[in-house]
């Protein structure tokens, strides 16, 4: 089985402001970094003082509802669980 990497935290958090540029997507700042997108979104839900799973189960279960132009509100540093 691979072994998990560890990432230092300023490592994560330069990702995560990456991520929350303007026309940043987590997919390519995660793919310039050599890193699982997953990695990217759970830190940046971290970094914005929500749990990850509960911020993944939310928004994977609105996601297929949400409307296209309100879909930025399902970003790590807007999101507001129902």
């Known amino acids: 089985m691979r072994q998990r990497s560890s990432y230092p935290k300023p490592f994560k ?4 402001q990456e ?3 303007p026309g940043a997507t987590i997919s390519s700042v995660a793919i310039h970094h050599g890193i699982n997108a997953n990695v990217s979104l759970i830190q940046s839900a971290r970094l914005n003082g929500h749990d990850p799973h509960t911020y993944l189960k939310d928004v994977l279960t ?3 509802t949400q409307r296209a132009s309100d879909i930025t509100a399902l970003l790590p540093h807007r999101w507001a669980p129902i």
């Open 13 to 16: 958090a330069q990702v995560v």
């Open 19 to 21: 991520c929350l540029q």
């Open 62 to 64: 609105r996601l297929p």
